[in-house]
């Protein structure tokens, strides 16, 4: 069953539409900062690459690195990964709606609603580091399964019009960020 799993994982098909980036009538402006990290190629690629080097950072912190805020306000490093896998929930969730052409427009979410009330402190951070992992790897699954038209289908998430292939750079452009913020900010 595992080695079944590695290979798919690592047999994605490159389509074109899953290298081009996403047009900017596919996403609201606030998140062209996410998008503009990605780097180019395959993005399921790059989905699967990106999880490898935040779990490899993720396991080199030691417990009081995982507690750390670099500031009052700012929430710790577990919170960080809680939140990071938070969004990509709520993102693939939309991307699989939206590619299964199903029209209901979404709400948005509150993040600094959803970190307190998870409580993401109270569990250890290899604990988070493997849900991380399960979340992008069920993910990467569900983005190899869409046909071409379901990933150029769009729907409403927040108010405003989104595509599948726009949520799947989003989500690695926003690990990108938030591993860099870790990076920068905490070590």
């Known amino acids: 069953m595992k080695s079944a799993m590695k290979s798919a994982m690592k047999s994605a098909t490159t389509r074109s539409d899953r290298s081009d980036r996403p047009d900017p009538s596919e996403h609201l402006p606030y998140y062209e900062k996410y998008i503009a990290m990605v780097p180019p190629g395959d993005i399921i690629s790059t989905l699967g690459q990106e999880l490898e080097t935040t ?13 750390f805020r670099y500031a009052p306000d700012k929430w710790s490093v577990k919170e960080v990964v809680g939140h990071v896998t938070d969004t990509e929930r709520i993102f693939a969730y939309r991307a699989m709606r939206f590619g299964r052409n199903d029209q209901t427009p979404l709400p948005g979410f509150d993040e600094n609603e959803y970190v307190p009330a998870a409580k993401f402190g109270a569990r250890a951070l290899g604990d988070l580091a493997t849900e991380f992992e399960h979340v992008r790897k069920a993910n990467l699954f569900l983005f190899r399964g869409m046909d071409d038209a379901a990933w150029l289908r769009k729907g409403t998430a927040n108010g405003a019009a989104v595509s599948v292939r726009a949520l799947a750079y989003i989500i690695a452009g926003h690990e990108i960020h938030h591993r860099n913020v870790i990076r920068t900010k905490y070590l």
């Open 55 to 67: 779990l490899s950072l993720l396991g080199s912190l030691t417990p009081e690195q995982a507690d």
